[in-house]
């Protein structure tokens, strides 16, 4: 599955606006899916963002895992779209396609 044109503009905001909140992108070993986080003082992991741009087709995984997607949360288990500024459900919040127009 290719990720369409609409879901590379989506990305590229992604991450800009991680990159103006100050979050760090964190190394990509094996593959992994590209991830942003803040921390608070004591070097606790506080703010996340996990980009996933092609779906995963695994045995048992949950409705909505094999879409291009990505994920935002704010402080613990805040789940909410950086689009829209709307809070979500963790269900909802882990699995925000990235192939729609946002704006």
């Known amino acids: 599955m290719s990720l369409s044109q609409e ?3 989506n990305i590229r905001a992604l991450r800009g606006w991680a990159k103006s909140k100050g979050w760090e992108k964190l190394p990509n070993p094996r593959g992994r899916p590209e991830q942003w986080v803040s921390k608070t003082a004591d070097g606790q992991q506080f703010n996340n963002l996990v980009i996933k741009p092609s779906g995963s087709f695994q045995g048992d995984l949950v409705l909505g895992s094999g ?5 935002c949360r704010i402080g613990k288990g805040n789940h909410f779209n950086p689009f829209t500024a709307e809070k979500l459900t963790a269900s909802a919040g882990q699995h925000i396609p990235l192939d729609k127009r946002y704006w």
């Not at 879409?67 to 994920?71: E, H, K, L, T």
């Open 67 to 71: 879409i291009p997607r990505f994920s």
């Open 7 to 9: 879901g590379k503009n």
